[in-house]
């Protein structure tokens, strides 16, 4: 099983061919996080009230989510470290 596959046995993340994907809604933001098999790394974007996503830089991304996005990585056996790998 692929790295994406393996994420999309976790609650809220879905896998799409070699990506896997979670949205997450906090309490002003809403963010779609996708991590990419082939570069093992993870990518933020922000969603706005239209609906249309942006990529923001990780030190834009509240601590507690990227925590959340490195505990999900280490479950499945991807180095937590890859979130921080830039593409």
Do not use: C
């Amino acid at each position: 099983m692929g790295d994406a596959n393996s994420l999309a046995q976790l609650d809220g993340w879905h896998s799409e061919g070699y990506a896997a994907r979670v949205h997450y809604e906090g309490e002003n933001e809403r963010y779609s996080i996708e991590f990419y098999e082939a570069r093992a790394s993870i990518l933020y974007w922000k969603v706005n009230e239209g609906n249309a996503a942006v990529p923001v830089p990780r030190e834009a991304v509240p601590d507690p989510l990227r925590e959340r996005i490195r505990r999900d990585l280490a479950q499945v056996g991807i180095n937590p470290e890859n979130e921080t790998r830039l593409l």
